[in-house]
């Protein structure tokens, strides 16, 4: 048990489709992320949520649309992706302090096909 | 705007033996943090280790330690008696002491184990 869920692990999906990334945390933390991992690149922040409320937007495209309805809850819907959205998406929640650093989802794989 | 520099790609040590991995950051801040992950194939991101900028003393965690030069920006991480389980990607990362929650990252460096 991590304290931080995402689901689902591997996701193909079509240009056409719609889908959406869950990720999950139980650790009282306040703030909660969503990363892009893509081979031999530094780690994309693409959006922050503090409180529920959106604090960044790393000027990502609209077709990725975050929602974050509660605390421990965070969502990524895709839709209309192109196949260089292909990566690895983290979901990642922190507490206030900045001691600490983050706790890290095992990610969701996503293919664009 | 601060970045973290990784400037190994790729590292290999036979087990038993000891690694350093190097890690170089540029800031203009004084009070900081930093950070050691480790990315196995598993996927998940695991905080191996962190420094807090104003702490003279270097942070230890078991057979991982860290090599902090606040003058020099460099922030290495020593693993010595090197495991098969540590065959993983490891990134170094940057956090303000402000109120923005972000973690800077380097590019990583993964780590081979040798038997």
């Known amino acids: 048990e991590t304290g931080v869920t995402q689901t689902p692990r591997h996701l193909v999906m079509g240009m056409t489709n719609k889908k959406s990334l869950k990720c999950e945390q139980h650790?009282?933390?306040?703030?909660m992320y969503w990363y892009k991992q893509s081979a031999k690149k530094p780690l994309e922040l693409m959006f922050v949520?503090?409180?529920?409320?959106?604090?960044e937007n790393n000027s990502v495209p609209s077709r990725f649309s975050p929602e974050c309805p509660n605390s421990s809850h965070l969502f990524l819907h895709l839709h209309t992706l192109q196949p260089e959205d292909s990566a690895l998406y983290l979901c990642?929640?922190?507490?206030?302090?900045?001691?600490?650093?983050?706790?890290f989802g095992s990610g969701t794989r996503l293919t664009v096909v | 705007a601060q970045t973290v520099t990784q400037s190994q790609p790729e590292m290999s040590v036979q087990e038993a033996e000891t690694v350093t991995l190097s890690c170089t950051y540029d800031t203009s801040e004084s009070d900081y943090y930093l950070f050691w992950y480790k990315q196995p194939p598993s996927r998940q991101m695991i905080l191996v280790i962190r420094?807090?900028?104003?702490k003279q003393q270097n942070a230890t965690e078991n057979r991982f330690s860290v090599n902090f030069q606040k003058a020099a920006k460099s922030f290495s991480l020593k693993i010595s008696d090197s495991q098969l389980g540590d065959a993983a990607m490891y990134f170094c990362a940057y956090r303000s002491a402000d109120s923005n929650y972000q973690l800077i990252w380097g590019a990583g460096t993964k780590l081979i184990i040798k038997p």
């Open positions: 949520y503090n409180f529920k409320e959106q604090t």
């Open positions: 990642a929640s922190s507490p206030l302090s900045e001691l600490y650093g983050y706790t």
């Open positions: 650790l009282g933390h306040n703030a």
């Open positions: 420094q807090e900028a104003y």
